[in-house]
Nanobody, 115 residues
Framework: QVQVVESGGGLVQPGGSLRLSCAAS??????MGWYRQAPGKERELVAA???????DYANSVKGRFTISRDNAKNTVYLQMNSLKPEDTAVYYC???????????WGQGTQVIVSS
């Protein structure tokens, strides 16, 4: 059974930092990443990392967010610095299985950036 579990969201002031974690189990995963969805907007890619360590970031978070991965633990992290109100969204972890390419989603974790 596949499980994808996020943690680490919360309320933070503008300019602050948060670290999200996502633990996936039940498959070997190639690409793992973070998406976000703000109210009234479509879900968008924030950052992704392959099992080999290649990363990709949305332009809006480059230089502020860092994605990392522990392959032994099937865990991906998103370090978010210099947070802005426009980063407010539900953040979803995404894990793509190595064999077959099936994509799995976590339940989402809320991030609110507000003073």
């Amino acid at each position: 059974q596949v499980q994808v579990v996020e943690s680490g969201g919360g309320l933070v002031q503008p300019g602050g930092s948060l670290r999200l974690s996502c633990a996936a189990s039940g498959r070997i995963f190639n690409i793992m990443g973070w998406y976000r969805q703000a109210p009234g907007k479509e879900r968008e890619l924030v950052a992704a990392v392959t099992s080999g360590g290649s990363t990709d970031y949305a332009n809006s978070v480059k230089g502020r967010f860092t994605i990392s991965r522990d392959n032994a633990k099937n865990t991906v992290y998103l370090q978010m610095n210099s947070l802005k109100p426009e980063d407010t969204a539900v953040y979803y972890c995404n894990a793509q299985s190595l064999y077959g390419g099936t994509t799995y989603w976590g339940q989402g974790t809320q991030v609110i950036v507000s003073s």
